[in-house]
């Protein structure tokens, strides 16, 4: 494999308790860079209005980054609000703008993640990859907004089904090339099985929005996607917890439907705002019970989490509902997955694997949902679902 100089351009400065995120970015980057590449990691960052904040973000920024290693592969721009994105105006963190101009010029790729970097910054890459982790939510936010969709040459998407007919997301006269979600094996240890009475558990924000797709209303909350599930606690009689974002003062009445219903709650910002944090918690879960966004499941994305991929890199069981993902993952031992419960049929399906011990740890080399058994020989090795995909999109 050819040596190549990637920047991966996205935003962490601006969420540092997100360690999930943090995680999911830095896969990226520690398994490029053991694949051989020249990786930068570009972070783009709108500024609070203050320019403390700013520089705390900063700073906590690059210590997170040479925790791994990584203090040298790392740059923040900071733009101020509303402004454009311009390498000469920007406020430059971690290397000199003539070195950053020199790198651009030169890389033979920018992964552009979410379309977060934007003209005229966007036009000094050669040859620009959008890469979409949010399939459907991403396209039909770009009908209504200029995403710069039209600045990019090669579009990838966690979406698996969108190289399928039987799905409803709108391509917007582009070719996406799926790719399942990765793992960085190092990052990740198969830890002992911790009981059957280890919560189910999830990681995950609490919002409302919908778009409008035509005349279709489609939720990109998880607020709607676990509440369809609410009474599934009581129902199985099993222990569940969500690490969710729901504000201390919310006063929806929220929290208390939940607890009511047997949910425990704990904030993942407490219990997992680090990324070994966020690996500890995983580890203590039973499995996951993931809800994707309801707009998967609508349109069919056949999109599967990062974070799913994390537990079952840890080996622990995902039981995920289907958005279609069953089409290119293999499913049925480590990665379950269930319909939406307006199937009666599928609701006592689900319920009776709950209430079986769900299958314990992977075995060596972490089997799961398509990631391949991993030699000492290749440990170190960024394992990508769909790689080869991702290789004949350049």
């Known amino acids: 494999m050819s040596r190549l100089r990637l920047v991966l351009a996205g935003a962490l400065a601006r969420y540092p308790q997100g360690a999930g995120h943090w995680a999911c970015f830095l896969q990226y980057i520690l398994g490029l860079r053991d694949l051989g590449h020249d990786v930068l990691w570009l972070d783009v960052l709108v500024s609070t209005g203050t320019r403390v ?9 690059f210590k997170r980054f040479e925790q791994y290693g990584l203090r040298d592969v790392c740059a923040l721009l900071v733009v101020e609000p509303k402004a454009e994105q311009d390498l000469r105006t920007a406020r430059v963190y971690g290397a000199s703008t003539r070195w950053l101009a020199e790198f651009f010029r030169t890389a033979d790729l920018l992964w552009n993640f979410a379309a977060g970097v934007r003209p005229p910054l966007l036009s000094q890459f050669r040859h620009r990859v959008l890469v979409d982790g949010d399939p459907g939510h991403l396209q039909i936010s770009a009908q209504a907004w200029d995403l710069g969709l039209q600045h990019h040459q090669t579009f990838l998407t966690t979406g698996t ?39 189910f558990t999830s990681v995950t924000q609490w919002t409302w929005e919908e778009l409008w797709h035509g005349d279709r209303v489609l939720s990109v909350g998880k607020r709607a996607a676990y509440l369809a599930y609410l009474d599934l606690p009581r129902a199985v009689g ?24 047997g949910w425990c709650l704990v904030h993942p910002h407490r219990v997992a705002g680090t990324v070994s944090g966020y690996q500890r918690y995983l580890r203590r879960s039973r499995a996951e019970f993931g809800c994707p966004k309801p707009i998967h499941r609508a349109l069919r994305t056949g999109w599967f989490s990062d974070r799913s991929a994390c537990y079952l890199a840890s080996g622990r069981p995902v039981l995920i509902e289907d958005t279609g993902l069953s089409d290119h993952l293999p499913t049925g031992e480590g990665l379950l997955v269930f319909r939406h419960r307006g199937s009666r049929r599928g609701r006592r399906r689900d319920r009776s694997q709950l209430r079986s011990p769900p299958p314990g740890p992977a075995p060596a080399g972490r089997g799961r949902a398509g990631l391949a058994p991993v030699s000492p020989r290749d440990a170190g090795r960024l394992r990508l679902l769909g790689c080869r995909t991702a290789r004949r999109a350049f």
């Open 238 to 261: 099993r222990p569940f917890e969500l690490a969710v974002n729901l504000h201390p003062r919310d006063h929806t009445g929220d929290r208390e439907l939940l607890r009511g219903a």
């Open 53 to 61: 904040t700013d520089e705390s973000r900063a700073q906590l920024l």
């Open 161 to 199: 089904k969108l190289s399928d007919a039987d799905h409803d997301v709108p391509l917007l006269g582009v070719k996406w090339h799926p790719f399942a979600q990765f793992v960085y094996l190092p990052m990740w240890a198969a830890a002992p099985d911790p009981g059957v009475e280890a919560p």
